[in-house]
């Protein structure tokens, strides 16, 4: 309980914040080539191939799993600056 | 004094907690009331006999439990069922009990005027009567002798749930025959022996434990050395929460012929020796904070979270003395997160901060990458003219449908099949799982150095010339 407290406290305290920064519902349009959506289709498309080749599956999988950990990286290296391992 | 009122209510939560635990492991001893006058009685009432494995009966005052001329009677105490296992005949005096021991001396039911009993194991004592004889509560005594030899009872008890332990109490209590006790040690097939052996469900099946796993796993062996009734316990490793199972096997020596059958590896041929043979199971639990901390979710928290409502009735009833007080639960309650309560959090986090610009426009890139939507692979037309190059107008289309495409080529590669040990699988179950784990690896050896910085060369450190 403590913890979960501590948890919706930090948070609430990150959004309360920084909630003056605009919400992004999806990425941005540039050079009229939609990003959003031309980065869904192909991805979309990869899935489909991936449901007939499972190495292809797999290895998607795994670009994404180490693609989360790069962003979640780079959002501490954004707050800890320097001291971000 | 109001600022350590809630140390005190804590005090009381523990006492009230604890008191039923230890009344629960104790005994009682009353002697019968005399007619002829006052009672003499040195120590009577209930006594705690945690630790207790035998009680000893004796009609003389020398302080030992051998000798001096009296009745010894040694009979098993299971502290944890709290029973006492004697021999025992018909209540002739109001209310109490008769025992029958074997020896010279008497009886506690006749007039003998001193009596004492003794429990020995890793707690010992006594309680002495100047009254002709004593009674035990008989709750705790067995119902009923046994009429023929065999395994009582076994601890802990078939089905039954222990907190998980590296120092788990386990035992047996056997009877054996007068009779065939005598019998057998004339013809040298005594004394008895009593096995029991542990093994987690996990290791084998219940029902058939093969020997091979048998001999993983200690055989604590104990020998019978008295005819009646024998207890036996020792501890045993029941450290990993789950199913165990117990097998207990009561056997006497084997004759001469088992004995050359047996070395000559007959031996189910050999087996006439075992008396009695159980095999049981019991379940061990983490306590309260130990099944948390490995599930980290139960019902009670899931209701703390679910309504504040309920969730204050429960803490009330977990924390406060008085209503239940559970102080594993209470401290569980406090300090350890629900895994549905960290999971809503980390998704409002991520759908809230996370999704902020700047850094939102990456988080909406790893949103997209890892949705498992799919698209249809798209249809790749070519269009060529047909004969000489500027004398005709004719044109001719080839398209490749890239979906049929790979599902025939799928279809191909996983029709390739091999047999191995009866079995028939194709590629992808024969490869998925070590492709999978060449990725895995790789992907995790891949954001180490990437932690470690060794793809980061201002961070690599000098190489230093060895000296």
């Known amino acids: ?85 | 004094m109001r600022k350590h009122a809630w140390k005190l209510s804590v005090l009381a939560g523990i006492i009230s907690f604890a008191l039923p635990a230890l009344a629960s492991a104790s005994v009682l001893f009353t002697w019968p009331s005399y007619s002829g006058g006052s009672a003499s009685i040195n120590t009577d009432g209930t006594y705690n006999l945690t630790g207790v494995s035998d009680i000893i009966l004796e009609n003389d005052q020398s302080g030992s439990t051998s000798g001096g001329g009296g009745i010894d009677g040694t009979f098993p105490y299971d502290n944890l069922n709290n029973t006492l296992y004697a021999n025992y005949g018909a209540t002739t005096t109001s209310g109490w009990v008769c025992f029958t021991v074997s020896g010279a001396g008497g009886s506690p039911c006749g007039t003998d005027p001193t009596w004492r009993v003794y429990w020995s194991g890793s707690v010992s004592g006594y309680a002495s009567s100047s009254l002709p004889g004593f009674k035990i509560s008989t709750t705790t005594i067995a119902s009923s002798t046994p009429t023929h030899t065999e395994i009582v009872s076994v601890t802990p008890v078939n089905g039954s749930t222990i907190a998980t332990s590296t120092t788990a109490t386990i035992g047996a209590i056997v009877w054996v025959d007068p009779n065939q006790w005598t019998q057998d040690l004339s013809n040298n097939l005594g004394p008895y022996t009593l096995t029991i052996q542990v093994i987690p469900a996990t290791a084998a099946q219940v029902a058939a434990v093969p020997s091979a796993v048998q001999s993983l796993y200690p055989k604590y062996t104990f020998t019978v050395e008295n005819a009646g009734y024998s207890y036996f316990s020792t501890t045993t490793d029941a450290s990993d929460p789950g199913t165990y199972q117990m097998q207990t096997e009561f056997t006497k020596s084997q004759t001469w012929y088992g004995q050359i059958f047996n070395f000559l590896s007959f031996g189910t041929v050999s087996g006439g020796n075992i008396l009695d043979a159980t095999s049981t199971s019991f379940n061990a639990n983490r306590s309260l904070i130990g099944t948390l901390l490995s599930a980290s979710t139960t019902a009670m928290i899931q209701q703390l979270f679910a309504s504040s409502t309920a969730s204050f009735a429960t803490l009330s009833n977990e924390c406060i003395p008085g209503l239940g007080f559970d102080i594993g639960g209470c401290f569980a309650l406090i300090f350890i997160p629900d895994t549905n309560a960290l999971g809503a959090w980390l998704s409002l986090f991520k759908n809230q901060f996370l999704s902020y610009a700047p850094w939102g426009y990456a988080t909406r890139f790893i949103t997209i990458l890892t949705t498992s939507a799919t698209s249809s692979s798209p249809v790749i037309s070519l269009t060529f003219p047909v004969g000489s190059y500027g004398h005709t107008t004719d044109t001719n289309t080839f398209s490749i449908n890239m979906d049929s495409s790979m599902q025939a080529g799928s279809a191909l590669l996983n029709g390739v099949t091999s047999t191995w040990n009866g079995n028939t699988q194709n590629i992808q179950q024969i490869l998925e799982g070590p492709i999978d784990t060449i990725i895995g690896i790789t992907l995790l050896i891949y954001i180490a150095m990437d932690i470690m910085g060794t793809f980061d060369k201002e961070r690599r450190r000098p190489k230093e010339k060895l000296r």
Request: glycine share 8%; charged share 10%.
């Open chain 1, 1 to 85: 309980m403590i913890w979960t407290y501590l948890f919706v406290f930090v948070s609430s305290f990150l959004n309360g914040v920084f909630s003056f920064l605009p919400t992004v519902t999806s990425l941005p349009t540039i050079f009229g080539i939609d990003l959003d959506a031309q980065l869904t289709g192909a991805v979309g498309v990869l899935n489909d191939i991936g449901t007939y080749y499972w190495p292809i599956r797999d290895l998607f999988i795994a670009v994404g799993f180490f693609l989360t950990y790069k962003v979640l990286m780079l959002v501490l290296k954004l707050f800890l600056g320097s001291r971000a391992p």
